[in-house]
């Protein structure tokens, strides 16, 4: 389930659309969720292996385009936070001991 392709595409947008200001964000983006709640994308078709290698390709690669879209861009890193949001649904750990 990656996601870099399309998160990368959105951010670069995103920047033409106004939310780049000089060589940072707009100053009104303070906080960026890339995801909520992709514990449950394992119900999803197209989420194969399911479980928890899922969900956490599906967040790293949504991380590593943001931050690639921001590189290309010339977007000074680490003001606007990345967040993403879980569940509180309980979920088997990706090396499957938890």
Not at 76 to 85: E, I
């Amino acid at each position: 389930f990656d996601c870099f392709s399309a998160w990368k595409k959105a951010t670069l947008r995103g920047f033409d659309q106004g939310y780049k200001q000089g060589d940072a964000w707009h100053p009104a983006i303070i906080m960026l969720v890339l995801f909520n709640e992709p514990d449950h994308f394992e119900n999803l078709e197209m989420c194969y292996p399911k479980g928890a290698w899922c969900r956490l390709k599906a967040v790293i690669s949504a991380l590593d385009g943001v931050l690639t879209a921001e590189r290309e861009a010339g977007v000074d890193p680490g003001r606007v936070k990345l967040s993403v949001t879980w569940s509180f649904a309980i979920r088997e750990s990706l090396d499957g001991l938890i």
